[in-house]
């Protein structure tokens, strides 16, 4: 198979935009494309101001790419719903899997933000989709996400305002892979959304949490309940790959 075009997939964390950079200053002979795809109605607003701030620290345009069918989480779970299960989050497939499956064309090598605390995971990426050409530059060099913040803030960029209030990731608001601690910070920093999500849960009839083999609706939530840390969510372009490996192999 020719080899086609160099795809960076972007996804305004800091990971995703330092493999950018590293992508652009060692390939030569290939077209890149730093793709992104368009979450901003369901991410923070400072996202969109990283994202500027990146293009202009990168040298190039970052393409947005609107997802086919749902624009934000919530469309995705009331149009489907399903909000959670073993399989993963149907945010991730009908967001980023369609949207990159639309845009990809045979050959393409594709780029995502994997760090050195992920090499494992990729490999097993890699073994899943043979199909698929990948280059992980972070964990050829050996980069860590708290390298890649270091090397954002030397370069006078500022962080995304979601990791400034202490997230580990800068997902969408109210991300359904968090747990009790989670969603108890989101309905501090963000209550509008954990009031949504609640009423979602309700429409649907599912919830994100269990409770003692169970159902435990947001509504019901302890608000002292959970690790007041945020987990590390981890929810690039690759999240539902990394999902469909996941469930593939408890199979």
């Known amino acids: 198979m ?28 290939w077209p890149i494309v730093v793709a992104y795809c368009d979450l901003s109605l369901c ?10 701030d990146c293009e ?27 909000i959670v299960g073993p399989a993963g989050a149907p945010c991730s497939r009908w967001l980023k899997q369609m949207t990159r499956q639309a845009f990809q064309r045979p050959g393409d090598v594709h780029v995502f933000g994997m760090t050195a605390e992920e ?23 050996g980069l860590t996400k708290q390298d890649c913040f270091r090397e954002l803030q ?6 995304p305002q979601m990791y400034r209030l202490g997230y580990r990731n800068n997902n969408c608001i109210g991300c359904v892979k968090g747990g009790a601690g989670y969603w108890n910070k989101i309905r501090g920093d963000f209550p509008e959304v954990f009031e949504r999500m ?30 007041h840390t945020p987990p590390d969510i981890s929810c690039g372009l690759w999240c539902h790959v990394a999902d469909e490996v996941e469930a593939a192999e408890k199979e």
């Open 198 to 227: 609640s009423q979602i849960e309700r429409e649907i009839g599912a919830s994100i949490l269990r409770r003692d083999g169970g159902r435990l609706f947001l509504d019901e939530l302890d608000p002292a309940a959970g690790r």
């Open 154 to 159: 030397a370069a006078g960029i500022q962080l």
């Open 56 to 82: 202009a620290w990168l040298g190039c345009e970052i393409l947005k790419l609107v997802p086919p069918k749902y624009r934000h989480i919530h469309d995705v779970f009331l149009g489907e719903r399903y």
């Open 43 to 52: 991410e923070h607003p400072d996202s969109q101001r990283f994202l500027r």
């Open 2 to 29: 020719t080899r086609g075009r160099v795809i960076v997939w972007y996804s305004c964390g800091a990971a995703s935009a330092v493999a950018a950079k590293l992508i652009l200053a060692a390939e030569k002979d």
């Open 119 to 141: 090499g494992r995971r990729a490999e097993r990426i890699e073994r899943r989709f043979a199909d698929m050409e990948f280059e992980w530059p972070l964990i050829e060099e």
